[in-house]
């Protein structure tokens, strides 16, 4: 079923009694979740027969024997797992879903993670329940997805004010929404909404952004470049520079495309091509006059060269304990397996070691990246290491830094491995810590725990036999 499918239904007051919602687009959802926590029952009702709980709190037992419970005075019981990707053998949930109370309705948020489709539990939820892939948008998507959800609502929008959120805000689903109710709520019914509107209201200024650097650049208008890139040099924690230099490597990447294929196809199959929506091939246009393919190429290489410096990488800016430079993986295509990796840790496991990963993420805090985006680059992580047979045990991170907010859980505090430590019931002189970083020893220092440090980007292999000798469990 689709987004709309169900949401429909849900208005409706049809039911289904499991709704199975995973995937990595978090908003919709929340969508479906807060529709049927808000609509199945009474205030009244509520107090005794709806319950939320946790997947890090609770045992996959647990919410069966929850699920089981009959309502009180009450049509339905509305039972919701929130962060349910935590809960252990969530397979064991087929046998409830072969036979289900009908009074209870079982809502399950698996959010950041898929179900194998091939085994019993999914295929179970797919014959007679709700089983929701909600799947992230892609960019040329999005401008769609916003003029729907104005339309709704009785609005609409200029299609650079619509690029300018999509810049500005991402992919994120739950981000535009918030930004569009809040214009929603400021703008009569009827308006349709402007790049000042953006600028007045939402903060994004409607001059001095990455999509005017994209048209400046792509005019070959120099005193407009010039006059943004200051901008953004005296803006740099509203401008991120790798947010930049994405943008600007994908305007690259499709002129280039764009010059292969502009003769001989029409307006519709080129823009749905490129992944732009058709108003904005007049901008591909003239850049494509003002570029060959030669200097095209040219400019992708360069800002691939700038990329990898601002990366940390052939950068003599970048010390020890600085974050500049810093190195931040936060794209699935980014991110490789080291060499030795694959064969350390399926040392450690053929020995008895789980295997955990702790990581600070601070370009979360920093607004970098999103919380959706390291899911995706640790969904990556463990489909790399699965094909190789190697399970990882658990993910802990941090995603804040202590240059916008002081948290606990930043390494070097050693809050998480403890929290590891905890929730495994592990015994800290038992367990190790490899790490890059002075961060990583201290924290585990902290932990009681035993810590090997190794140069950025070496081979593991070494420090693993060198566990399973001096350590065997």
Same mark, same amino acid.
């Given at each position: ?84 990707? $935590? ?41 007679? $329940?709700? =089983? ?17 959800? =104005? ?125 732009? $929506? ?24 360069? =800002? ?49 070691? =789980? ?45 804040? $830094? ?72």
């Amino acid at each position: 079923m689709t987004f709309e499918q169900i949401y429909t239904e849900i208005q409706q007051k049809k039911y289904r009694p499991i709704y199975f919602l995973m995937g990595d687009e978090g908003y919709f959802i929340d969508k479906i979740s807060d529709a049927l926590e808000q609509n199945v029952l009474t205030e009244d009702e509520k107090a005794f027969n709806q319950q939320v709980m946790y997947g890090k709190d609770v045992e996959i037992g647990e919410v069966v024997t929850a699920a089981k419970r009959y309502p009180m005075m009450a049509p339905y019981q509305v039972l919701i797992i929130k962060e349910a990707q $935590h809960i252990r053998n969530i397979e064991q949930l087929a046998l409830y879903v072969e036979n289900p109370l009908n009074t209870t309705i079982l809502v399950v948020c698996y959010r950041g993670k898929t179900l194998d489709k091939r085994k019993s539990l999914a295929k179970k939820l797919s014959k007679s $329940h709700v =089983l929701f892939e909600s799947k992230k948008l892609y960019d040329n998507q999005m401008l769609p997805w916003i003029n729907a959800r =104005l339309k709704e609502k009785g609005y609409s929008i200029d299609a650079k004010a619509g690029m300018m959120l999509v810049e500005y805000l991402g992919t994120d689903l739950a981000k535009v929404s918030n930004e569009l109710n809040k214009l929603q709520l400021i703008l009569p019914k009827g308006t349709k909404i402007t790049p000042l509107h953006i600028e007045e209201n939402i903060g994004i200024s409607k001059d001095f952004n990455n999509f005017e650097l994209q048209n400046a650049l792509g005019q070959r208008n120099i005193a407009k470049t010039l006059q943004i890139v200051r901008y953004f040099e005296d803006n740099p924690k509203d401008n991120p520079f790798v947010v930049t230099i994405s943008v600007l490597y994908n305007f690259f990447s499709k002129l280039l495309l764009f010059h292969y294929l502009a003769k001989g196809m029409d307006e519709r199959s080129l823009a749905q091509k490129l992944g732009v $929506h058709p108003f904005f091939l007049k901008d591909y246009r003239v850049a494509a006059s003002k570029y060959s393919i030669k200097q095209a190429v040219e400019a992708i290489s360069l =800002l691939r060269i700038y990329d990898m410096k601002s990366k940390g990488i052939d950068n003599a800016s970048t010390s020890e304990g600085s974050d500049v430079g810093h190195y931040y993986v936060y794209r699935p295509e980014d991110f490789v397996l080291n060499a030795g990796v694959v064969e350390g840790l399926r040392i450690l496991q053929e020995n008895g070691y =789980l295997l955990i990963v702790v990581t600070n993420q601070g370009g979360v805090a920093k607004g970098i990246y999103s919380e959706e985006d390291v899911a995706l680059v640790h969904k990556k992580m463990k489909a790399l290491l699965k094909a190789e047979g190697i399970e990882l045990t658990d993910i802990y991170y941090c995603p804040h $830094h202590e240059s916008v907010a002081v948290c606990e859980c930043r390494k070097p505090s050693p809050y998480l491995l403890e929290k590891a430590i905890k929730d495994y019931d592990l015994d800290a002189t038992k367990c190790y810590m490899i790490g890059d970083s002075e961060r990583d020893v201290l924290a585990a220092e902290n932990a009681g725990v035993k810590a090997y440090r190794i140069k950025k980007n070496t081979s593991i292999v070494g420090i693993c036999k060198e566990i399973v000798a001096n350590g065997r469990i």
